[in-house]
């Protein structure tokens, strides 16, 4: 809701971009800025003052990948008890989803967190007990805290951990479209400060805002990238600046280097990003799940999962095509008749617009 402050002020924004008379096209990768653009009429205001705000790879759950998926599945159809965000249950796998498993009677526990998978470890110690650890830079030190502990000896994690600025770099690198701009994520931000995204406006000369999540954040934001555009600026500024500090925060940054090294790992509807995934140190390798049952996921290794048919979350994710644009979305495609994570996750793209649409 705008209060009657940030209402005159969103209005002299939007007053100042339409007399600019600009075209152009920018992305963000945050599920909760779409669900701001949307669910407050920014997008088509947006729109009217000649700047397109697309989502891209922004949804944990979404970029997930269906090997992903996979590996979660034979480890619970292998008796283990599987545990992730709630979410990412009802994700379709090839032939099943982890919610499907559930009801034919597979140990799978929707939980809050990683603490949570901990506790139903310790307390369970005659099962191995399996956390499937998404997301990005937010959610990475979480995990990180947890295994630097003495968790368990029967727990372990998936991780599926992935950070944004390689995805950005990937984006422009794979040249499908023309950004003009990228708002970026505050609660990454929060973590990895400014600096980590300087090198996309010094190598590829595109402007950057951190945003945060109220509708005047990402006016603000919008405005922002516009001026820098219009004085032929390229570079990384922060609106959240309540929030984000310069060098991010330091302790988290401290954790996650502590237990994770870079990997090159597929994002849904992308090739394999350099750089872009966070797998686990050595030194933790008796809580890695790929290394700690590798002889249980060896019947994996040689087989492509691809996306389900027709599903075009891939397009979604690279910013190529609008969820309505696809053919399924709102016919085959509901949040209740999912085909795609887009559409399950309340951070996808595909669910957020058939949420606040007439569907």
């Known amino acids: 809701m705008f209060s009657l402050r940030d209402k005159n002020l969103a ?24 669900d701001t653009l949307v669910k407050n009429g920014l997008d088509v205001l947006l729109k009217k003052c000649g700047v397109k705000i697309g989502q891209g790879p922004g949804c944990p759950v979404c970029v997930t990948t269906p090997m992903e998926i996979e590996e979660m599945l034979l480890f619970a159809q292998n008796g283990k008890t599987v545990s992730t965000f709630g979410d990412m249950v009802n994700v379709p796998g090839e032939t099943h989803s982890l919610q499907n498993m559930k009801t034919e009677g597979c140990d799978v526990r929707t939980v809050y967190g990683i ?48 950070i944004i600025p390689p995805a950005l770099k990937a984006i422009l690198d794979m040249g499908e479209l023309k950004i003009d701009g990228f708002i970026e994520p505050g609660h ?6 400014v600096k980590p995204y300087e090198f996309i406006s010094k190598e ?14 990402l006016l603000m934001a919008v405005w922002m990238l516009v001026h820098q555009i219009t004085r032929g600026e390229a570079s990384v500024e922060n609106e959240y600046v309540r929030v984000v500090k310069e060098d991010g925060n330091i302790k988290a940054q401290k954790a996650m280097d502590d237990v994770f090294e870079l990997a090159d790992v597929k994002w849904r509807g992308f090739p394999v990003i350099p750089k872009s995934g966070l797998k686990l140190k050595d030194k933790f390798e008796g809580y890695d799940a790929r290394k700690k049952y590798e002889d249980e996921l060896q019947e994996l290794r040689n087989r492509e999962f691809k996306e389900p048919p027709g599903c075009l979350c891939g397009d979604v994710l690279r910013g190529l095509i609008s969820s309505k644009e696809c053919p399924l979305f709102g016919n085959k495609c509901t949040p209740n008749t999912p085909v795609g994570p887009c559409m399950v996750s309340i951070e996808g793209s595909c669910n957020i617009e058939y949420r606040y649409t007439n569907y």
């Open 11 to 34: 209005n002299e924004i939007v007053s100042k971009i339409k007399k600019l008379d600009v075209n152009l096209k920018f992305m963000h990768v945050c599920g909760t800025h779409q």
């Open 115 to 162: 603490e949570d998978a901990v506790s139903i470890a310790r307390n369970s110690k005659d099962k191995d007990v399996v956390f499937m650890a998404i997301g990005f830079e937010t959610t990475a030190p979480t995990t990180a805290s947890v295994l630097l502990k003495n968790s368990p000896s029967n727990f372990s994690v998936l991780s599926c951990h992935r």
């Open 188 to 193: 990454v931000s929060t973590i990895i400060g």
């Open 204 to 217: 590829y000369n595109v402007p950057q805002v951190i945003a945060g999540f109220e509708p005047i954040d």
